[in-house]
């Protein structure tokens, strides 16, 4: 699976960005897919995560009732919908792909990675 993330920006504190992730090379119904992220000095991180249905939809503690994940089957494509932007969400995001119907919160149990998308909000 090759996929390409986009969307990401420079932003005030509490707007809003929507990244794009689209995936091809395999059938992307098959892949649990989840959106990751790093900031500078820090580990990778679990933002949220989808399931092959789009019917379990977990999330970071720290992006709860902020960020939606959706998903279409039909287009290959996954989003993240990021909504009141804080200063501490500034960091690349990375969608990810694991084979499966499950999801999961690690990076070591995806397959695929996207190339990531700076996401920088401003104070």
């Known amino acids: 699976v090759q996929l390409q993330a986009s969307g990401g920006g420079l932003v005030q504190a509490g707007g809003s960005l929507r990244l794009s992730c689209s995936a091809s090379?395999?059938?992307?119904?098959?892949?649990?897919m989840g959106w990751f992220r790093q900031a500078p000095g820090k580990e990778r991180e679990f933002v949220a995560a989808?399931?092959?249905?789009?019917?379990?939809?977990p999330y970071a503690d720290s992006v709860k009732d902020r960020f939606t994940i959706s998903r279409d089957n039909a287009k290959n494509t996954v989003a993240l919908q990021m909504n009141s932007l804080k200063p501490e969400d500034t960091a690349v995001y990375y969608c990810?792909?694991?084979?499966?119907?499950?999801?999961?919160?690690?990076?070591?149990?995806?397959?695929?990675w996207g190339q990531g998308t700076q996401v920088t909000v401003s104070s």
């Open positions: 090379g395999r059938t992307f119904s098959g892949y649990s």
């Open positions: 990810a792909a694991r084979h499966g119907s499950s999801w999961a919160r690690t990076p070591g149990e995806h397959d695929y």
């Open positions: 989808i399931s092959v249905s789009g019917g379990s939809t």
